[in-house]
């Protein structure tokens, strides 16, 4: 899938899992590769006689309407393609006016990037987007656990993003410093609850990387020695401790040193999506204070180098949500281009903006487009790379707060 597509197939999951219905009047349809799109129309006109017993009147024509409209649109493509698309469909309909009083059945149908790995019939009150977006997840997932005498922190890093499991204290205390017998049996009383606390850690990681059926690898870190003794205990199953890729020192063992650790472990992750977005936003900040990189930020100016074949590797914060509208002027037929983040508020203000060229209060919105899409298409047009920053790292945030969501590295600076 080019990346236009899977930004567009992300959009329209975000839209349609924005959708909520009165009542359970939202139908979602998931079909595998190569089932008999026939046998799934004779399965729907029975769902027909099923919602025929429905109490609400409303909602029983509304889910009706909705079948119906999903039968037609069967066997229009039965008619045109006789088969089931590769990868299989999905196909989302129902009342999304969100009124009572107001009817709008829509109807939505994606072949989606990966087969399709269920058949599904739901009526509810919202689409069924779970299995789609489940083909968006990353697929490598890395189990990390931060560690000393005290505390440990289990984690799993799902290509972008980091996900906090399990916090564990200790309990154990530390050193003492009387001597004799007495010094031995708390010594003796330390090292079991040491040890109890490190098969608690185990316990946890095992529990929580047992779960993950690709599981790329596992991560020790923390401060001083503990790491280090957990391992030699062979408390991990065989099959989790030869996942064992590093281990890696670290000044902290909570949150903060989990993202320590993932930082220091460059070498071992460089495949994985996180590693390859912070070298490039790396590579972008360091274009901002030294001339041996040429880069670009900003909406308009990104734009602008786009338009001139200039930009090698196109930046776009995966939190941009704009849309590029074309105004005309009603007074004096000039036409222009603005940005929104908001399209519904923006055309609630529109009869209060002024013309740029004669002042007048008479703009009337001729297109409007996704800028994200808009951005890509340009890059797509020059063969410019592209690249979604997640918001996971500390330069991921930056794009999207400092640098409006969009950045460049260019092939060759361009003056103006």
Known sequence: MSTK???????????????????????????????????VVAQLREEQGTAANIKSKTTRKNVISALERIIQFLRAFIEARQTTPPNGMAIFCGNVAGRE??????????????????????????FVTGPLREMLEP???????????????????KGKHTEVVEHLTSGVWGKHSRGGQSARRFERIREYAMHEYMKRVAESAT?????????YCIIVGGPGPTKEEFLKKELLPPELKKKVAAVVDTGYTDEYGV????????????????????????????????????????????RKKLEAGA???????EVLRK???????????????????????????????????CGENKLSIIESKDVVQELIELGEKFNSK??????????????????????AILRFEVHY
């Not at 996180?274 to 360091?286: A, D, P, S, V």
Request: aromatic share 8%.
């Open 5 to 39: 597509a899977i930004y567009q197939f992300k959009r329209m999951l975000e839209e349609l899992e924005q959708k909520r219905g009165r009542g359970t009047e939202l139908i979602s349809v998931y079909i595998t590769p190569g089932f008999d799109l026939n046998k």
């Open 101 to 126: 009083d107001t009817a709008d059945i829509q109807l939505y149908w994606v072949e989606p990037p990966e087969p399709v790995p269920i058949r599904l019939y739901r009526c509810d009150q919202q």
């Open 139 to 157: 697929k490598e997932v890395v189990g990390l656990i931060t560690m000393d005498g005290k505390e440990a922190t289990i984690a799993v890093l």
């Open 207 to 215: 529990s929580a990387f047992k779960q993950v059926p690709n599981l």
């Open 259 to 302: 993202k320590e650790l993932v930082n220091k472990s460059r070498e071992v992750l460089e495949k994985l999506e996180i590693m390859k977005e912070k070298t490039i936003m790396q590579r972008f900040m360091t274009g901002l204070v030294s001339p041996e990189v040429a880069v670009a930020y900003g909406e308009d100016d990104v």
């Open 311 to 317: 930009v090698d590797l196109l930046l776009i914060s």
């Open 323 to 357: 849309t590029r509208v074309k105004l005309r002027c009603l007074n004096c037929g000039k036409i222009f281009q603005e940005s929104t983040r908001n399209l519904g508020f923006y055309e609630q203000q529109l009869r209060d903006k002024s013309c740029p060229f």
């Open 386 to 407: 592209i690249e979604f920053i997640s918001t996971e790292t500390e330069e991921g945030k930056q794009l999207a707060e400092s640098f409006g969501g969009v950045g």
